[in-house]
């Protein structure tokens, strides 16, 4: 057997478990959570970008209001029309909004608001990994878009849906934490894969594939654009 | 090489959590049902041998549009049990125009009583499903219908979300628990997760292979850019299964199937390149793997076509050209690859559109619907002759439309 033909069979029905899929009944639920989350987040971060520290009151205010806003029912709210054109974040997303949201309610950190712990510079070892997390998600979003417009042999999303695909995700997400102790939670990124990882395992959220569950194109770009701005930096640091 | 205590302390910790989370999936996990054969194509009604005979047209009509409702595309054909006071269900979509913002899926019955269609009613409209959703849908298209191994109909309907066709997604649809057949009702169960850019671009068209376990094989579509065709799978009370893809080929789409062995089907495609012949994909292993095959000998005009197989014959509706929709063939092939055209359905002017086929197999005849100008959805019910057909041109074999006994033709 080729590799090609054990990738595609992978892939394939009848090889393995049936995918599981989330529950009916939590989907509204989940999209309505997700996007206040991560609408809120956002809000924090442009805030943050905008004002600094000052603009605390009025953005956590703002925050709040568009969360809320995107509790409305049916074409009031704001998940209405975001779920029409994007579906649903990723749990990593949410997670990750999760994050900013706690930075800034605890500590307003500026620089953990704005970074989401990718420009966290704790030391060298976590620092390594943070650009790990940062260059998995670009590459896993690069592959995932070519493999949209069925430019591989195979198809990766379809593996989304394996158990096995799960379990790999879940024990990469853990392999910081084996290799360099707890420390690594201090890595902005770092806690919010192991829980998306883990919350996927649980429920299967948003759609039981797991790449839905780790990225979505948003949180790519986003990851494009700090991928990008790292490696302006790094230019030119060495001019 | 060493490693720390900690670091192998913690490397245990991660294989108990890991193999909690195996555990779980497996204990939590449906398991896969096999690969199903397809199932057996029904039976031609005293024909043995499928070369001696041929089709005949007994009646033709169209299909009552709801009320005030100018246009009419892609109708979708299912056949109902027996016990069913209907011999099939249509469905389409029907509204101002394709695409338009009021297109709402329509259904009706040609009822065995009164061997005619009932009146059309609305089963799906996009702000109800959107507000059951929890999300909006811009705009409804094809319809694909099923009926599951406990009986309830599934229905699958093209949903956009921002932007045309090329953002469209695939809504699954169930019969509503207490709804009977004549007073349809369907519920949403999910919109099928095909695609990691946003869900985006996924559609259906052509009708359901059934499986001899009580599943399906549902052909589906991408298009933005790429025209890649996928086979999805559903076991026998309709849940998704898994996902293939069919082609490596990325400019066809509208994919139709037909078993040619329990477990050796032909998908049949839609051809978008200039000239096009219809395209043709082929799987040994009952779906898991695809290899792309030669085109036929058959012109597509970058539109829909339908495949259906009866008896130990495989049936093909298409529009025999390379450009126009005008005319409406319906072919028959021993084996898949060699077609020879048996019936001229339509052959209208260069105006005209028939467009957008699908059969079904019911109350041992074969009907076909299409689009008709996208005004209407025309249909016509086919029997097949025994006996050596007729020394004539293909467009002289067109029968008239009969009255049979028992049978009316409708307006």
Known sequence: ?239 | MVFPSAVLLRAGFALCVLAAAWTLQITQGPSAPPSAAAAPAPQLPGAQDAGAGRWVEVVRGTIPMPQGVPAAHASTLVAMPAGDSAVLTAFWFAGDRESAPNVQIAASRFERAGQGWSPARIVVNRHAMGALLGFGLRRLGNPVAWVDGQGRMHLFVVATGWGGWAASRVLHLQQTAGSSASDLRFEPLRVLSLSWLWNLSYLVHTAPLSLDDGGMVLPAYFELGAKTPVALRFDSSGQFVGMVRMSQRTDLLQPTLLATAPTQWLALMRDTRPNGKIRVAQTMDAGRTWTDGPDLSLDNPDAGISALSVGAQHLLVFNPSTSSRQSLHLARSAEGAQWTTELVLEDGVPSQEFSYPAMAWADQSLWVSYTDQRKRIAWQRLVWVDGAAPAAPAAAQRAPALTAPNIRAMP
């Not at chain 1, 995918?19 to 987040?41: I, T």
């Not at chain 1, 940062?134 to 590459?139: M, R, T």
């Not at chain 1, 201090?186 to 919010?192: E, I, L, M």
């Open chain 1, 1 to 239: 057997m080729t590799l090609l033909s054990f990738l595609a069979d992978s892939g394939a029905w009848g090889v393995h478990n049936a995918p599981l899929l989330p529950a009916l009944y939590s989907l509204p639920w989940l999209r309505h959570g997700a996007w206040s989350l991560v609408l809120a987040a956002t809000v924090v971060l442009l805030g943050a970008r905008r004002g600094g520290e000052r603009a605390g009151g009025r953005t956590g205010l703002l925050a709040v209001l568009v969360a809320a806003w995107a509790w409305l029912p049916g074409p009031w709210g704001l998940a209405y029309w975001l779920g029409l054109a994007f579906q649903i974040p990723s749990l990593l997303s949410c997670a990750l909004a999760l994050a900013v949201l706690q930075r800034a309610w605890w500590r307003h950190e500026k620089q953990g608001v704005m970074g989401l712990g990718f420009a966290d510079r704790p030391h060298h070892n976590l620092r390594v990994w943070a650009e790990v997390y940062l260059g998995a998600g670009v590459l896993l979003g690069w592959i995932l878009l070519f493999d949209t417009f069925a430019l591989f042999p195979v198809s990766v999303y379809a593996w989304g849906f394996e158990s096995a695909a799960f379990l790999l995700v879940f024990a990469l997400t853990l392999l910081p934490w084996v290799v360099s102790g707890s420390g690594i939670w201090r890595v902005g990124s770092a806690w919010p894969a192991g829980f998306a990882a883990a919350l996927f395992g649980l429920g299967r959220w948003p759609s039981g594939n797991v790449w839905d569950a780790m990225l979505d194109p948003w949180l790519w770009l986003l990851l494009n654009g700090y991928a990008l701005r790292a490696a302006v930096g790094h230019w030119r640091s060495r001019r």
